[in-house]
């Protein structure tokens, strides 16, 4: 990873950033900028901060539509979530999602949109269109980040405690599985479609590999520190793990499940985004008020 140059964001007297996502069509980055209540675009091909959307209260999840130019985004302080256009980046609309929603997953074989909230730990799945409750489903504990896997057609989230990896039916609102997970509090999560795999960064310090047909652990990292955010680059075959305190990002050679380099960035660093189009990390470093902006090599 080489570091390209850093991005200018509007500041904050508290708080920081959470997550984020590309749309790969544009490379436009959507960041959630907790500590102002609004979703930062970033354009990714001129490297300069774009807009500002306000009216996201604790913003929280973002997550990307690729196929449909959307772009959605949690107001955890608000209970809602923003759908934006990812061509305009304007606010089409918002609709109502529970107490705190939190992780947002996107399932675009059945065009639905899973919330899962911290407050009543429940999950929700919403039709972005008409803004309806299509399902929801009381979950074992409080939710952290999800994912929707179009291979085994399910949601996927982690649970802190129990520390658990569950899979959600779409059509059903039903949990299917329920893998336990090794280490202490799953918090980051990505998924390997090819391999059939969950990459899940655990507050214990470590990254648990778990093989999604049956839920055997595969390996585990020991990392160091407590991780959030974590992102695979299918086609490198690599991971990224963002670790706010020492202020890294750990970056994994998945093959071998070996530690390949190790990015200095700056206390408080939790939560990045990755480019797969265009090879490019962003990383949100929430002291200095910046993003830096990596390209792989």
Not at 192 to 208: F, Q
Request: hydrophobic share 35%; net charge negative; proline share 5%.
């Amino acid at each position: 990873m080489k570091l390209e140059k850093y991005i200018d964001l509007p500041s904050h007297t508290s708080g920081g950033f959470d997550h984020a996502d590309v749309h790969e069509s544009n490379g436009y980055v959507f960041l959630a900028h907790t500590g102002n209540g609004t979703v930062e675009v970033i354009d990714g091909d001129r490297g300069i901060h774009s807009g500002t959307l306000p009216g996201c209260p604790g913003a929280s999840g973002v997550v990307c539509a690729q196929n449909e130019g959307l772009v959605f985004a949690a107001a955890r302080g608000g209970g809602k979530v923003l759908v934006i256009d990812a061509k305009t980046q304007t606010v089409l609309r918002e609709i109502s999602a529970g107490f705190k929603p939190n992780g947002i997953g996107w399932d675009t074989t059945h065009r639905l949109l899973l919330a899962a909230d911290v407050e009543d730990l429940q999950a929700r799945l919403l039709s972005p269109e008409t803004g309806e409750i299509t399902g929801s489903i009381k979950l074992p504990g409080r939710p952290r980040w999800c994912k929707y896997s179009q291979r085994s057609n399910s949601f996927w989230i982690n649970i802190q405690k129990p520390a658990e990896l569950l899979s959600l039916e779409p059509q059903t609102a039903q949990i299917h599985k329920v893998f336990p997970v090794s280490v202490d509090g799953p918090h980051g999560l990505d998924i390997d479609e090819n391999e059939g795999r969950a990459y899940v960064a655990c507050d214990g310090k470590a990254i648990v590999v778990l093989e999604l047909h049956s839920g055997t652990e595969l390996d585990v990292v020991q990392i160091p520190g407590e991780p959030d955010v974590v992102w695979f680059n299918r086609s490198r075959r690599r991971l990224y793990c963002a670790i706010g305190r020492p202020g890294v990002v750990d970056v994994i050679d998945t093959n071998t499940m070996r530690l390949d380099q190790e990015i200095e960035t700056e206390e408080g660093t939790h939560t990045l985004t990755f480019d797969e189009a265009r090879q490019k990390l962003y990383v949100f470093l929430p002291r200095s008020c910046r993003v830096a902006v990596y390209q792989e090599l």
